[in-house]
């Protein structure tokens, strides 16, 4: 080689090495989000990429069932998830989420013990809870003057076509079950068959099924009454008293969702650090005050207003309240009935 291109070669992989150090540097961190639709604030996100540098990129799914279909089915790209309690459950069993460095999350000591080591992470190794809540039923006082204190009173037949509900197949069908005094995670051949007759007379009675917005149908007037999640049953009661919120009777799902991160997560480090900056009593209070369901951080609840606590959706007296386990192959059972059952079949 001319000895006269050397140094030009050398000066040029050292400038090319900087440019790549320059990079590098400059270049974005990012964690990608998997949850559910209006759940986490813009405001929320917007904050914590001013403090840290890092954008979340945060993609939505309207159900558990949605969200473990995509997730088991290879997307490797998501670097946190908000799974329900019993998804958590079926997440771990198959070793499809990563344990968590509680060194890295020093905000956990923040959520209230009774959050904690719930039977879908007995060992408290894989999750953190994000928001709680309940299914209940929510009544337009001025339109129906019947008392509403079940489920059996939301489906008399009395408001056929006045009535929206969760498109959510395993919430349907535990509705059906706790009608006729079964087990809700026990799904035999048998309460399938004893919860179809039930939900072939109800279904039918259904205007609106929405999992994203169902307090949409309430507000516009396109439905009466509705068995909704708490945290649209609490907005409904901000926007106008007339909206009553009713635990059933019969009993109801007391929810937990978490956040999680799949195994092989590429930014696991940063995942951490946006779950421990969520668990900041003063940003937890922001997610609140968009999204009133209960909320499980102690120190934030303290920040709340007598108002937000007093709100009867955002937390209800006690009840009968049950959390989900996970049913395993059974799932696919229940999509079956309640997709045959819409379709008349």
């Known amino acids: ?15 090319l090495a900087l440019l790549v150090a320059s990079c590098s540097k400059t270049e974005k961190k990012e964690v990608n989000l ?15 990429e001013q403090e840290t540098g890092i954008k979340v990129n945060y993609t939505t799914y ?11 089915g290879g997307a490797a790209e998501f670097d946190l998830v908000q799974p329900s309690e019993y998804v958590v459950e079926a997440l771990i069993a198959k070793g499809k989420l990563e344990a968590l460095d509680f060194a890295n999350i020093p905000n956990f000591k923040n959520v209230a013990p009774e959050f904690l080591r719930q039977p879908h992470d007995p060992e408290q190794k894989f999750s953190v809870p994000y928001m709680a809540g309940t299914v ?11 008392p509403i204190v079940g489920m059996d009173d939301v489906f008399s037949g009395k408001y056929a076509n006045r009535i929206v509900t969760l498109n959510d197949n395993r919430e349907i069908l535990t509705w059906a079950l706790r009608s006729v005094g079964r087990d809700i995670n026990q799904i035999t051949p048998e309460a399938i068959a004893a919860a179809r007759p039930v939900l072939a007379k109800w279904l039918p009675q259904i205007k609106v099924y929405d999992s994203d917005s169902p307090k949409t149908a ?4 396109d439905v009466d009454i509705g068995v ?6 609490a907005l409904l009661y901000q926007e106008d008293k007339k909206f009553a919120y009713v635990l059933p009777q019969e009993g109801a799902h007391l929810w937990i969702d978490s956040l999680v991160i799949p195994k092989g997560a590429p930014h696991k480090a940063d995942a951490e650090k946006f779950i421990n900056f969520i668990l900041r009593p003063e940003i937890s209070v922001l997610i609140s005050a968009d999204f009133p369901y209960t909320n499980p951080n102690a120190e ?4 709340l207003s007598p108002e937000q606590l007093g709100n009867p959706a955002s937390y209800p007296p006690p009840g009968k309240l049950e959390a989900f386990r996970d049913i395993g192959k059974a799932a696919a059972a229940v ?3 309640i997709t045959d059952l819409k379709g008349g079949s």
Do not use: C, H
């Open 136 to 146: 209940g039923i929510v009544v337009n006082t001025e339109k129906i003057k019947d």
């Open 218 to 221: 309430l507000l516009n007037g």
């Open 1 to 15: 080689m001319n000895i006269r291109i050397r140094p030009l070669i050398a000066a040029g992989l050292a400038g």
């Open 62 to 72: 309207a159900s558990n069932e949605e969200m473990l279909s995509k997730l088991l």
């Open 300 to 303: 934030a609840r303290k920040l």
């Open 228 to 233: 909704v999640w708490s945290g649209e049953a």
């Open 34 to 48: 998997f949850g559910w639709s209006e759940y986490v604030p813009q405001a929320v996100l917007d904050q914590f």
């Open 335 to 337: 999509d079956k009935l």
